[in-house]
């Protein structure tokens, strides 16, 4: 059995989990929030979160663009009147930072 020499192991395992954690805290809440996101869209945004180190569409460049959600909120005008006002939600993915 191989012992690892790193005095920190432990502190970087609890470290990561908790990164882990807080990803997919905020995946969930993303998730809940959408109404535009499909499987293969959840799982690119999962990937990022979570660390991956491989760019799923290097066809797109450095930054990919993910429309989330999309809704309308009733505005009320200067005049009185009310106007729906389309309101979209975007997830940017910058892989240039993520060292791809």
């Not at 535009?36 to 797109?60: A, D």
């Not at 389309?86 to 997830?91: C, D, N, T, Y």
């Amino acid at each position: 059995m191989r012992v690892s020499k790193d005095p920190n192991l432990s502190f970087k395992l609890v470290v990561n989990e908790q990164r882990r954690a807080a990803a997919r805290e905020q995946c969930e809440k993303l998730f809940a929030d959408s109404n535009l996101l499909t499987e293969s869209k959840m799982q690119l945004i999962n990937e990022f979160m979570y660390g991956c180190g491989v760019n799923p569409c290097p066809q797109f460049g450095a930054a990919i663009i993910v429309k989330i959600s999309e809704t309308y909120e009733n505005e009320l005008q200067r005049d009185g009147t009310v106007q729906a006002q389309q309101i979209e939600s975007f997830f940017e993915v910058f892989v240039a930072f993520k060292g791809f």
